[in-house]
């Protein structure tokens, strides 16, 4: 696993999507000075290897648990990017001790519906090989369940959903986030994509600024 922790302060983990690797967060790194900084590469991305036994949804979310474990000590907020947003909301539904608050960049929560699902493994199949992911790790992206779906409305910590204008695809997962937890906001980025963390660097830092005020001091 390859993790790099740097900083001082309240601890924040980012976690980066599908086919990408930490470097992703890259432009955001000056709104997050004055946190102690956990930024991973996922199993089979960047510079992490894939282990002798496939990777799967429960590999990513163990990982997720060792880089906030070497983040703390500390509540602790978890930002994540599409797949690393799904995960960070995945840990927090199942166990949200020592999270402080959530920022989920153009994340979906899951599917109900077994049929979407499977639509969902076979898109995920056809980018890892567009994109040359592993066989071994293209496990982490599964949907074996909705416990994610199940577990919104349970969600007991600050939400920040941020999606572009532009990401029509995952409008709609964010609305329903958004909808079912009791303490969440949704910012809507004009003009932005899939990343708007990277082509729209200062809007989406200061309204990461202005979350990590309020909920890590």
Do not use: N
């Amino acid at each position: 696993m390859q993790l790099t922790v740097q900083g001082t302060g309240p601890p924040v983990v980012l976690t980066h999507g599908f086919a990408d690797d930490a470097a992703t967060f890259d432009r955001l790194l000056p709104t997050l000075a004055g946190h102690r900084l956990a930024r991973w590469d996922l199993p089979g991305h960047g510079s992490s290897g894939v282990g002798p036994q496939p990777s799967s949804r429960g590999t990513a979310l163990a990982w997720l648990d060792a880089a906030v474990a070497a983040a703390g000590p500390g509540p602790t907020v978890l930002v994540g990017h599409s797949l690393g947003g799904y995960l960070s909301l995945c840990r927090t539904v199942i166990d949200p001790t020592g999270v402080a608050g959530l920022v989920l960049v153009s994340t979906g929560p899951g599917f109900r519906d077994p049929a979407k699902r499977e639509q969902w493994g076979t898109f995920i199949a056809d980018y890892a090989d567009r994109h040359g992911i592993p066989e071994g790790a293209r496990g982490i992206a599964e949907q074996p369940d909705s416990v994610v779906l199940d577990g919104l409305a349970a969600l007991d910590v600050p939400v920040l959903v941020i999606v572009g204008g532009d990401d029509v695809r995952y409008h709609a997962g964010c609305r329903i986030i958004v909808d079912e937890v009791a303490d969440a906001a949704l910012v809507v980025v004009d003009g932005a994509g899939h990343f708007p963390h990277q082509t729209h660097a200062e809007v989406v830092g200061d309204k990461v600024r202005e979350f990590l005020s309020r909920v890590s001091g």
